[in-house]
């Protein structure tokens, strides 16, 4: 945290800003404001909007992109970075500070690879998924799905639901190959449990599969498919999708 907040230190680095109005250099001072109260990452997207605001007002004004592409690689925003501080370079190629922009672009270009394989590997999966990250069951839902890495294999099931465990029943999850492409997860073909020996001796595992996207940093979302089944009373329910945000939390 003290490392991106260290941003709060950093100097204008343009002086071609004569004709620069007043409104948008109090968007650039804001923006400094915000660096400088900022105490968690997020708090630091306040100030690339107020670097936004300042570059909308003077499009052609350096600072402003400099300073965005600055907080937006401290924020692993890489695409974002490298576009702004491209277009400082482009609106001031003889800057004195245009050695350094360009090493960091360089920089950054190299972050960005690696952060793409990264994001392609299935095993930066693993962990305990669970519903809105609240870990425990609620009557009638579903809330958490496991992915393992078993020997190289990158493997997903949604959990035994806590009226398994309570009765003590032997309702093991059925773990499936995931399918993922770097921003889209499919579990397909695990195994769903709601109901009791007395129904069916496997405790009545029905067809489920998970299909999500990742929206943020250890955070899912997307649908829950449920086959058709029996419940513990005999009752055939229907085929269910319903939609969660589905957090990791350990």
């Keep these: 945290?003290?490392?991106?907040?260290?941003?709060?230190?950093?100097?204008?680095?343009?002086?071609?800003?004569?004709?620069?109005?007043?409104?948008?250099?109090?968007?650039?001072?804001?923006?400094?404001?915000?660096?400088?109260?900022?105490?968690?990452?997020?708090?630091?997207?306040?100030?690339?909007?107020?670097?936004?605001?300042?570059?909308?007002?003077?499009?052609?004004?350096?600072?402003?992109?400099?300073?965005?592409?600055?907080?937006?690689?401290?924020?692993?925003?890489?695409?974002?970075?490298?576009?702004?501080?491209?277009?400082?370079?482009?609106?001031?190629?003889?800057?004195?500070?245009?050695?350094?922009?360009?090493?960091?672009?360089?920089?950054?270009?190299?972050?960005?690879?690696?952060?793409?394989?990264?994001?392609?590997?299935?095993?930066?999966?693993?962990?305990?998924?669970?519903?809105?990250?609240?870990?425990?069951?609620?009557?009638?839902?579903?809330?958490?799905?496991?992915?393992r890495n078993n020997n190289g294999v990158v493997e997903g099931a949604l959990r035994a639901y806590s009226y398994t465990e309570q009765r003590g029943l032997s309702c093991w999850p059925k773990f499936v190959p995931i399918q993922w492409d770097g921003q889209k997860l499919l579990v397909p073909h695990t195994r769903y449990f709601y109901c009791d020996t007395s129904v069916q001796k496997d405790c009545c595992g029905t067809d489920a599969s998970l299909s999500l996207a990742m929206i943020a940093k250890d955070t899912l979302k997307g649908t829950l498919r449920i086959a058709s089944f029996k419940d513990r009373d005999g009752i055939v329910s229907p085929e269910t999708v319903q939609e969660f945000v589905w957090k990791r939390v350990k």
């Design 1 to 147: 945290m003290l490392a991106v907040l260290a941003v709060s230190t950093w100097l204008l680095c343009s002086v071609h800003a004569a004709t620069v109005s007043d409104e948008a250099r109090r968007h650039m001072d804001r923006a400094q404001a915000a660096i400088e109260m900022a105490k968690t990452p997020g708090d630091l997207e306040d100030a690339i909007r107020e670097f936004q605001q300042a570059a909308t007002l003077a499009p052609n004004w350096p600072d402003p992109y400099y300073q965005m592409g600055m907080l937006q690689d401290k924020l692993e925003r890489y695409d974002d970075a490298l576009k702004n501080l491209r277009r400082n370079l482009q609106l001031d190629p003889q800057a004195a500070n245009a050695p350094q922009v360009i090493q960091h672009i360089n920089k950054i270009e190299y972050k960005k690879e690696k952060a793409e394989k990264a994001r392609l590997d299935p095993r930066n999966l693993v962990g305990v998924w669970w519903v809105n990250g609240e870990t425990k069951e609620g009557s009638g839902l579903f809330s958490r799905f496991e992915i």
